[in-house]
């Protein structure tokens, strides 16, 4: 087999990291015949062996897409079934969404959600309603069309040496014990995000899991999320701790993070399947989201939530007022976040 295979990886980084199983399974089967579309920051993160087949895509599609036989698009988007079809890429193999087909000459329908929403689950979302699954899962059978199969379906990030020293100098740079024991807390968000887990219950979680066990306190923050940090920070002086969101840490250095760390509280965002896909214990808040998206490989997570009319409804931003605005986050009570943190940490620990 001679085909030259495109691969368009997606720009949010929770479904990148769900697709490393499947990109781990393309890379060994074309080898230089593959090519990785992706946003450059994700380049960090690719698996071994993928380092000389990626094209950073920031902006509107290249000449990266020219000259190959096949186009698998991980993503839903339009625009990525319309780079394929403009660069008459003779074979082209995506979801069958939101108008995409005609543009695909394998278009795979996705499963979709019958009868009523499943009891404290889900919303009722308009016509048509798609079941929610993981990404994993979709990327892998998309992949089968190639003849590709997955044989080990978890998500594994590999932590180079260099980028475990270059965490722990910076973390000693900031005045954090060799050694010392610590948890790392993601705690930025984007503004009005109905992802974000308010910064003053973030505080007294982080609080009660340092009471309990002595863990020291690390933040850490994605670009452009610093404010957030700085009002945890701001909430738990004079505590020590350690805050790098300035500058944010490249997703690299995240993941040599969590490697590092005992244990990663976090919201349900990118930076939550990072930590899992590096073999963290993770402790999870999940509001907005879907837990079905995302229900595979928990072994080592524990998922935090309330029941709320309204969720989960899969939205950026919170469309309601008053006291029913960011009820799903709002409500979570950091006793039970540190409860949640508590069990993995004594699941560790032992009996």
Same mark, same amino acid.
């Given at each position: 087999?001679?085909?030259?295979?495109?691969?368009?990886?997606?720009?949010?980084?929770?479904?990148?990291?769900?697709?490393?199983?499947?990109?781990?399974?393309?890379?060994?089967?074309?080898?230089?015949?593959?090519?990785?579309?992706?946003?450059?920051?994700?380049?960090?993160?690719?698996?071994?062996?993928?380092?000389?087949?990626?094209?950073?895509?920031?902006?509107?599609?290249?000449?990266?897409?020219?000259?190959?036989?096949?186009?698998?698009?991980?993503?839903?988007?339009?625009?990525?079934?319309?780079?394929?079809?403009?660069?008459?890429?003779?074979?082209?193999?995506?979801?069958?969404?939101?108008?995409?087909?005609?543009?695909?000459?394998?278009?795979?329908?996705?499963?979709?959600?019958?009868?009523?929403?499943?009891?404290?689950?889900?919303?009722?979302?308009?016509?048509?309603?798609?079941?929610?699954?993981?990404?994993?899962?979709?990327?892998?059978? /998309? $992949?089968? #069309?190639?003849? *590709?199969?997955?044989?080990? =379906?978890? +998500?594994? @990030?590999?932590?180079? &040496? %260099? !980028?475990?020293?270059?965490?722990?100098?910076?973390?000693?740079?900031?005045?954090?014990?060799?050694?010392?024991?610590?948890?790392?807390?993601?705690?930025?968000?984007?503004?009005?995000?109905?992802?974000?887990?308010?910064?003053?219950?973030?505080?007294?979680?982080?609080?009660?899991?340092?009471?309990?066990?002595?863990?020291?306190?690390?933040?850490?923050?994605?670009?452009?999320?610093?404010?957030?940090?700085?009002?945890?920070?701001?909430? /738990? $002086?004079? #505590?020590?701790? *350690?805050?790098?969101?300035? =500058?944010? +840490?490249? @997703?690299?250095?995240? &993941? %040599? !993070?969590?490697?590092?760390?005992?244990?990663?509280?976090?919201?349900?965002?990118?930076?939550?399947?990072?930590?899992?896909?590096?073999?963290?214990?993770?402790?999870?808040?999940?509001?907005?989201?879907?837990?079905?998206?995302?229900?595979?490989?928990?072994?080592?997570?524990?998922?935090?939530?309330?029941?709320?009319?309204?969720?989960?409804?899969?939205?950026?931003?919170?469309?309601?007022?008053?006291?029913?605005?960011?009820?799903?986050?709002?409500?979570?009570?950091?006793?039970?976040?540190?409860?949640?943190?508590?069990?993995? @940490?004594?699941?560790?620990?032992?009996?």
């Amino acid at each position: 087999m001679s085909e030259r295979v495109l691969v368009r990886l997606p720009s949010w980084l929770g479904d990148f990291v769900a697709c490393e199983p499947t990109v781990r399974a393309l890379v060994a089967r074309f080898g230089e015949r593959i090519t990785l579309v992706a946003p450059r920051r994700f380049f960090e993160l690719l698996p071994a062996g993928a380092a000389t087949c990626v094209a950073a895509e920031d902006g509107e599609p290249g000449p990266a897409w020219l000259g190959h036989d096949v186009a698998l698009l991980f993503t839903g988007s339009f625009r990525s079934a319309l780079a394929a079809f403009r660069a008459r890429i003779p074979r082209r193999i995506g979801q069958a969404r939101d108008g995409r087909m005609l543009l695909l000459t394998e278009a795979v329908a996705p499963a979709r959600e019958l009868g009523d929403v499943p009891l404290h689950v889900g919303v009722a979302g308009r016509f048509p309603r798609w079941l929610p699954r993981p990404v994993s899962v979709t990327a892998s059978e /998309l $992949a089968a #069309r190639l003849g *590709v199969f997955v044989r080990d =379906p978890r +998500p594994r @990030l590999e932590v180079s &040496a %260099a !980028l475990v020293e270059r965490a722990r100098a910076r973390l000693l740079a900031l005045g954090l014990a060799p050694n010392a024991r610590f948890v790392l807390a993601n705690v930025g968000a984007r503004a009005e995000s109905a992802k974000a887990y308010p910064p003053e219950l973030f505080a007294r979680t982080i609080e009660l899991v340092f009471e309990r066990h002595g863990l020291a306190p690390v933040l850490v923050c994605g670009p452009g999320e610093d404010a957030a940090c700085t009002e945890v920070e701001r909430a /738990l $002086a004079p #505590r020590p701790l *350690v805050s790098l969101s300035r =500058p944010a +840490p490249s @997703l690299g250095e995240l &993941a %040599a !993070l969590c490697a590092l760390s005992e244990l990663v509280l976090t919201a349900d965002n990118g930076p939550r399947h990072v930590a899992q896909a590096v073999g963290a214990r993770v402790a999870v808040v999940c509001g907005p989201t879907d837990p079905r998206h995302t229900h595979a490989h928990q072994e080592r997570t524990e998922l935090v939530r309330v029941r709320v009319p309204c969720g989960p409804c899969h939205r950026e931003l919170c469309e309601l007022v008053g006291g029913e605005r960011h009820r799903c986050m709002r409500e979570v009570a950091p006793e039970r976040f540190a409860e949640a943190a508590e069990r993995l @940490l004594r699941g560790a620990e032992g009996p």
